[in-house]
């Protein structure tokens, strides 16, 4: 997973070793990841699923193999289910991906996203574990 | 229903020009070509539309980022839905982590295997633990 992360960040972003943000670049210049997991339908029928799939909080991208002994980069910035459930649910609703895309790229953030105190999942390194 | 309008609009766009579409929308293209999964044909078809439509979305960055990654994740999903036999004839389980890497020019996705992550996270614990132990 790491790995995929890492080629894909060089693909693209070949002067990013990691998502660091220098003090004379933008935040948004910065390099980041959030991921979501996908479902599979063994996992019960839709009527007993969540709204949503499981997802993790953004965090600036960082090559974990390099040694970086920075934390583990995840921002203060957090979003709840309810916060996408609306957005998601419309793009799912659109009937070409380009629609879908559209509205996303549109979604307007809620407000108060900022935590302020510290979460144990942004102490941790991984967002995800699994067995 | 919409989903598999989006299934559809996607996979035909992850189809070469010159190839028509599949009778079975849903399912892999039927061009015998083994170098990526359906899933991973679908994520980068989505990728190249998102590129073609991503612009900075300024202050909402990460919000945006969450939202590409979840949609990514629901888009998946639904494949899966569609092929569950395809689960059942595999040998390997299904990719199931789609992570969204963003900044304010580019948006991309990558799928890949949680348990990836747990292994290179234990590797680099071994390596840790070697280094303190010298």
Redesign the interface.
């Known amino acids: 997973?790491?790995?995929?992360?890492d080629d894909?960040?060089r693909e693209?972003?070949p002067r990013k070793v990691s998502g660091n943000v220098s003090s004379e670049e933008?935040?948004?210049?910065?390099?980041?990841?959030?991921?979501?997991?996908?479902?599979?339908?063994?996992e019960g029928d839709?009527s007993n699923r969540p709204l949503?799939?499981l997802?993790s909080c953004?965090r600036r991208?960082s090559d974990?193999?390099q040694g970086s002994r920075e934390s583990s980069g995840y921002?203060r910035?957090r979003?709840e289910e309810t916060?996408?459930l609306g957005?998601?649910a419309m793009?799912?609703?659109?009937?070409?991906?380009?629609d879908?895309?559209?509205l996303?790229?549109t979604?307007?953030?809620?407000r108060d996203?900022i935590m302020i105190e510290a979460t144990p999942e942004a102490e941790s390194?991984?967002p995800?574990?699994?067995g | 229903m919409a989903v598999d309008d989006i299934l559809q609009d996607l996979l035909a766009n992850s189809l070469p020009e010159n190839k028509t579409q599949p009778a079975m929308n849903t399912d892999l293209p039927a061009s015998g070509d083994t170098s990526a999964s359906g899933p991973d044909k679908l994520v980068r078809a989505l990728e190249r539309q998102c590129s073609a439509q991503y612009t900075d979305p300024g202050p909402g960055i990460h919000f945006i980022g969450l939202l590409l990654a979840v949609f990514a994740a629901e888009i998946v999903s639904g494949y899966w839905a569609k092929n569950a036999q395809r689960i059942q004839g595999s040998e390997n389980d299904p990719a199931r982590l789609i992570s969204c890497l963003y900044s304010g020019k580019e948006a991309a996705f990558v799928l890949a295997h949680p348990t990836e992550v747990v292994s290179q996270f234990k590797h680099k614990l071994n390596v840790d633990a070697d280094k303190a132990g010298r």
Request: charged share 15%; no cysteine.
């Open positions: 997973m790491q790995t995929k992360l894909k960040v693209l972003w933008k935040e948004n210049d910065g390099v980041y990841t959030v991921s979501a997991v996908v479902r599979l339908p063994d839709s949503l799939p997802f953004p991208y974990f193999l921002l910035e979003f916060d996408v957005p998601i793009a799912l609703k659109a009937h070409s991906v380009q879908s895309l559209k996303i790229l979604a307007f953030p809620p996203t390194t991984f995800f574990y699994f």
